[in-house]
């Protein structure tokens, strides 16, 4: 029998299985098997996509066969085959978010010992677990009888152990009455008040050393103690809209639903009410989050709902702690994941729910490598496994919304009728008067108003900015230069922080000129603004405001988004400055009033979405304030107050600013209407030259096949890390688009396996 294999270490370029000779009868689909690979025959690790007929020439045999159930199930297979197909990947790029690393190489299957007598004494010897492939094979017949009589039992395990830091906590003694000294009452007061808590909880509250805490102990003011248990969460009373979109998706035959409310309506509430539904069928519930940093706070709601039921997977926990996560996911129904992007492809038994929060976020588009769409894999689940898509968003992006009455189900929130609190009033200033008035600050006098009166009734404010940095870019005001990085064609950032120039392409940095290296001039001047400018002027306008900053450069090391989380959670910071990652979905209570410092920094760039990202940016980083009991506000800043995304969010006019950006959609011909199909040609070879070679070849495709589908001039982008990069773009009307991809994966895959020319890199975007 011929068995074929998918192995992590091909080549991405060579899209195929890999075909062996099997002698066994036993059905090898999902298992994984040892095979020869490759010139030296090396032994490799390979899973089984497929098997069946006899070879007509001679293949290499499977040397082993390691475990005795499937690593991937054949729903997981038949993903990763249709994924291959619509995003036209190769098998190793749809194979490998299926089988990561961290488990495909990582993991063994063992048996453990539940009865001990004679026959699990010959298959394991005095042993409480051993690994199956270390089972004799004289004995191996005698595991599927302890198997059915249950006196073993199977599971996979990883090798990476997950160190797990033991961690100690102390609690207040009452009635303590000794003298203290300042810091160690400070201390004493705080657990007595809130509990046990361990040391580095107490060293974060209060920012001591753990010497006064060590000094209570021995005083004997403080004892080691249980940590606390977990306050279970009950559910609150449902309003009508919410109890009518719960049921409405729990009946209805459609797969794919959008759960579509103002933000603060609810959503939340509504997923965890149906993941619990799933959850008392036996069946597993995903929760994709746009940002790793919303995980937190999703598992904290999820796990005082559903204690011990709640796994989270994302790329900042070690690869022991994800395949710990993954294995148990794999095999124990009736649970919940939080993660990210790649989430999506985790393993469950019985699929009940799906849920993509703030549905309209990009980086569910990736387009780096694997290339996919979160959207469509998990729609592509359901229709494989079964179970459901839900959708949430204030602000659904526009392909997704146009696909509702058709596709999807749409379920409106409403908020609460009786409530007599509105959500929270959003004010437009046009930047161009405050110049008028004199004003040449970068917050206008109604923010500094509302910061004002934020800070004096001890609320918290947000402020953003979508820029990072504390100057956009340095320019020299005698020629006109502009600092560009050294490596690409962009300006670079200039960064108080470390006094230097930053590149945020290829992050090159380099000393702050003293001249212009030009024309020699000393009058160089920074321009525009970044969250680190806005930072430094609310630290200097507000020095008793404790000011904490979110964006890629305070966020990159781990732990910094749950550190930051809790500080605002706690009331432990007033402002918080930041980039679009707050506008994913934080929920904090005591925010009471929000600034957008530069509306405009996302609507004039070349892009077609630029208003519709400018309209939901601006709704949702506005839906921030107000979200407990007191109503907020919104100041947004902006020279185009008149633009229809701006004005439209102001309103909270979603339906308004959806058929006015359809409307410009349907007059430029951009999606939903059409398709962009886009090859990105990079390097440092004939760039150029081939990239008008592969507009002549969608021309060829396009005559060949009769189609009707435009295709554009090359387009020059910015150089970056010094490769020049030039785009090809060919719109595609739908009824023509699954015929020219599959000629043009064809092509793809040709050019791969004959390409030449090494420092050219091809690349495919869809629908970006």
């Known amino acids: 029998m011929i068995v074929n294999v998918y192995i992590d270490k091909a080549l991405p370029q060579i899209d195929q299985l890999y075909s062996y000779s099997w002698d066994g009868e036993e059905d090898l689909i999902g298992r994984r098997v040892i095979v020869p690979f490759g010139r030296g025959d090396r032994r490799e690790v390979a899973v089984v996509i497929s098997s069946g007929g006899d070879a007509d020439k001679p293949l290499k045999p499977v040397l082993d066969v390691p475990d005795l159930h499937p690593m991937l199930s054949r729903s997981a297979i038949a993903l990763g085959l249709a994924m291959r197909e619509m995003f036209l990947t190769s098998y190793v790029q749809s194979f490998q978010p299926l089988l990561p690393k961290y488990v495909l190489g990582d993991v063994v299957e063992i048996c453990e010992k539940c009865v001990d007598n004679d026959a699990t004494k010959t298959l394991m010897g005095e042993e409480s677990e051993i690994a199956v492939a270390e089972i004799k094979k004289e004995v191996r017949p005698l595991l599927a009888t302890a198997l059915e009589e249950q006196w073993v039992r199977l599971a996979f395990q990883s090798t990476k152990p997950v160190k797990r830091r033991k961690k100690e906590y102390y609690g207040a003694v009452d009635g303590y009455d000794r003298s203290l000294t300042e810091k160690q009452q400070t201390v004493y007061d705080l657990i007595l008040k809130k509990g046990p808590l361990s040391k580095a909880a107490i060293r974060e509250e209060t920012g001591f050393s753990d010497s006064p805490m060590e000094t209570l102990l021995g005083k004997g003011a403080l004892r080691p103690s249980q940590p ?29 639903h959008l759960l579509f409310g103002d933000t603060g309506t609810g959503k939340t509430e509504v ?6 539904r799933a959850m008392d069928r036996g069946l597993s519930s995903l929760m994709i989050v746009p940002e790793i940093g919303l995980a937190a706070q999703m598992v904290d709601r999820l796990s005082a709902r559903f204690p011990g039921k709640v796994d989270i997977l994302h790329s900042q926990r070690s690869e022991g702690e994800k395949a710990e996560a993954w294995l148990r996911l794999k095999n124990e129904p009736g649970r919940i994941v939080v993660g990210a992007r790649s989430a999506v492809f985790t393993q469950v038994p019985s699929l009940g729910y799906i849920f993509i929060d703030e549905e309209q976020e990009e980086s ?29 968003s204030a602000t659904p992006s526009v392909k997704t919304y146009a696909r509702t009455g058709r596709e999807l189900e749409r379920h409106r929130l409403t908020g609460d009728p009786d409530k007599t609190k509105r959500p929270s009033p959003i004010e437009v200033v046009d930047m161009r008067e405050e110049l008028l008035r004199g004003n040449t600050e970068i917050l206008s006098a109604r923010m500094v ?16 900015i979508n820029r990072r940095g504390f100057s956009h870019f340095v320019s020299c005001r005698r020629c006109g230069h502009v600092i560009e990085c050294d490596a690409c064609d962009i300006s670079m950032v200039y960064h108080r922080k470390t006094g230097r120039m930053h590149c945020h392409y290829c992050g090159r940095t380099k000393p702050y000129p003293r001249t212009c290296p030009v024309c020699g001039s000393e009058y160089l001047k920074q321009f525009g603004i970044g969250t680190e400018q806005v930072e430094s002027w609310i630290a200097r306008h507000f020095p008793e405001a404790r000011v904490l900053r979110m964006d890629k450069d305070t966020m990159s090391q781990k732990g910094k988004y749950e550190k930051l989380y809790r500080s605002m959670q706690n009331h432990e910071a007033d402002v918080l400055v930041g980039t679009q990652m707050l506008a994913k979905g934080f929920d904090f209570k005591d925010v009471d009033f929000v600034g957008v410092v530069a509306a405009d920094l996302s609507l004039f760039v070349s892009d077609y979405r630029a208003q519709e990202r400018t309209f939901q940016l601006l709704t949702q980083v506005a839906g921030r304030a107000g979200r407990g009991e007191r109503r907020g506000r919104a100041v947004i800043q902006t020279y185009n107050p008149e633009n229809y995304s701006i004005s439209y969010a102001r309103d909270r006019e979603y339906e308004r600013f959806y058929h006015r950006e359809m409307e410009e959609r349907r007059r430029f011909l951009y999606p939903p209407y059409i398709h962009l199909v886009k090859i990105h040609v990079r390097g440092t070879g004939k760039v150029e030259e081939t990239a008008y070679n592969w507009q002549k070849t969608l021309g060829a495709i396009n005559r060949h096949e009769h189609l009707d589908v435009q295709i554009a001039e090359p387009v020059e982008q910015p150089k970056i890390k010094n490769k020049r990069h030039y785009s090809v773009t060919a719109k595609v009307f739908p009824e023509e688009y699954r015929t020219f991809l599959k000629v043009l994966k064809r092509v793809l895959m040709n050019y791969y396996q004959n390409i030449t020319e090494k420092n050219i890199y ?6 970006g």
């Open 271 to 276: 997923y965890m009410q149906l993941a619990q």
């Open 762 to 767: 091809v690349t495919l975007e869809l629908d």
């Open 449 to 464: 108003e509302g910061l004002e009166e934020t800070l004096r009734n001890q609320k918290q404010a947000i402020l953003f």
């Open 228 to 256: 606390p248990l977990p306050r279970r969460e009950e559910p609150p009373v449902l309003r009508v809209d919410q109890k009518k979109a719960i049921e409405a998706i729990e009946r209805s035959d459609r797969r794919g």
């Open 364 to 392: 569910y588009d990736y387009q780096e490598g694997l290339r996919y769409d979160v959207r469509k894999v998990a729609e592509m689940r359901s229709k494989i496994e079964g179970g459901k898509v839900v959708y949430g």
